[in-house]
Every structure is written in structure tokens, then in C-alpha cells.
């Protein structure tokens, strides 16, 4: 451990997730850092620090507040870094999983299944659900569905019923207007969203039109496949256009 750094007995430190991995404090958040770096290369300090400001880290402080980390500090990091980079994950239900974990409530052995919304509350697709089974689901109130749906990004069909997408569309919305983002610009993400949908339609509109059970299928599979290369696409240029413009 380093000089400056008061010792820690491990029987002191909080026990959370990993519970197999040394909780010491021994690292500084250089080194840190640099371990990480070889799987993450854009990684920054001032990310590591971000993490801790949103509570999803609690690195050791010593009596001249620096920060000092454990090897579980680095597997937690870790862990952060993955689900935000492979499996699209935003930080507040990374730190709902990681509170999962640190209670024991999920399996350590499956922390790519956990979710702020257990996978067997969520209504099947195809199904659809009304605004207060969306509000019971989601934590919205009545009032903000009903903003999502005058701004065009919930849409109702005839009976006022919502399709089961909603449920994230809702969720995502929250979580990014509680970030400072207003409808106007989430309208915009909308607007893009429906005018790739309608482009990857017309892509099938041939095999559409022969309205068989196999060309059905294939419609849904190949639908399928064309969005999540769509999103990882725009995740891509996300990701590179705000890099590009904060260096």
C-alpha cells in the first residue's frame, strides 16, 4: 500500500461486490488506470471519478483525501465498463445490478442477465399493455406518459393501448430527461428512429408482399438483424462524434 495511505484491516472494509477479490486499498487511480487501459483504451481518470460521483464506486480515502483502490475496486470497474460498452447498459441500471450484487439478490455467476426490470416483468412482445400497467412498470407517473404521448413518442392505437417497447421507451426517456435532456431533442431521436424503420420496410417490401409463413419469419429475423446493426451503427457515431468534439 502507499506510505500516505492509512492500512485498512479487510474485516473494516465494506463487503460489497466482488466478495472474493482483496477490498485492500492499494492502488492509486493512475494505476488504476492503466490496468484498465489495456482493455479499455479510451479510459480517462476524470471517468473513474464520474463513476464514484454517481455511487457506483467507494474507493478508500486516506487522511489527505486521496483516493486508494482495491483489486475488488478494479473487478467492479470493470464490470462497469463492460456492460457499458457491450451490452449498452446506462448507468442507473448498472448501479441497480451492482446493488443487486452487493446484496446477493442476483448471481455473481450471471451479471449480464440482471436488470433494473426483472426480464419476467416485462410484457411479452406483440402484447399490449395500458397506461397504468406502463406507469406500475416504469415508475411514471399518469402525467409524464400522457407528456411522452403528446410529444409524439408513445403511440396509442384506438383503444389507448401501448405496445410492449414502450416500457424502455418510457424508461430511457426518464433517465435521459432526468439527465437535463428535454422532449425536444428526445423528438429528434424519435423523428430518426421512425425514418429508419420506415427504410428498413421498404428494404423488405419484396419479401413482405409474398405473405407466406416462411417469408413472415424471415421479414422478422432480417428486421431484426438490420436493427441492431442500425443501433450499434449510430452507437458508433454517437460515441465518435461527442469524442471528437470534447478533445
Known amino acids: 500500500m502507499s506510505p500516505q495511505a492509512k492500512r485498512v484491516e479487510e474485516a473494516e472494509l465494506p463487503r460489497t461486490w466482488p466478495q472474493e477479490v482483496s477490498h485492500e ?18 479510459l480517462a481518470s476524470s471517468k473513474i471519478r464520474y463513476f464514484e460521483s454517481q455511487g457506483l464506486i467507494e474507493p478508500y480515502r486516506t487522511d489527505s483525501n486521496q483516493r486508494i483502490f482495491s483489486l475488488a475496486d478494479v473487478e467492479r470497474l470493470r464490470f462497469i465498463l463492460i456492460e457499458q460498452r457491450d451490452r449498452y447498459v446506462p448507468l442507473p441500471q448498472i448501479k441497480e445490478m451492482l446493488s443487486q450484487l452487493d446484496s446477493g439478490q442476483a448471481s455473481q455467476d ?66 435521459l430527461g432526468e439527465s437535463g435532456m428535454d422532449l425536444r431533442s428526445l423528438r429528434q431521436v424519435r423523428n430518426s428512429a421512425h425514418s429508419h424503420a420506415t427504410n428498413v420496410v421498404s428494404q423488405l417490401a419484396t419479401e413482405r408482399a409474398r405473405n407466406t409463413p416462411v417469408a413472415k419469419e424471415r421479414v422478422v429475423n432480417e428486421s431484426a438483424e438490420m436493427a441492431t446493426m442500425l443501433t450499434n451503427l449510430y452507437r458508433a457515431l454517437l460515441t465518435e462524434n461527442i469524442d471528437v468534439q470534447l478533445r
Do not use: C, N
Open 110 to 175: 450471471h451479471p449480464g442477465r440482471m436488470r433494473a426490470l426483472p426480464d419476467d416483468a416485462r410484457p411479452t412482445p406483440g402484447t399490449r399493455i395500458h397506461k397504468d400497467e406502463l406507469a406500475a412498470l416504469t415508475g411514471a407517473s399518469l402525467t409524464e406518459i400522457d407528456h411522452l404521448i403528446a410529444a409524439g413518442m408513445l403511440i396509442p392505437d384506438a383503444r389507448g393501448r401501448l405496445t410492449a417497447h414502450a416500457v424502455d421507451i418510457v424508461r430511457f426517456s426518464k433517465m
Open 25 to 42: 486499498p492499494t492502488l492509486k487511480i493512475g494505476e488504476v488506470t492503466s490496468q484498465l487501459r489495456r482493455e479499455f483504451p479510451f
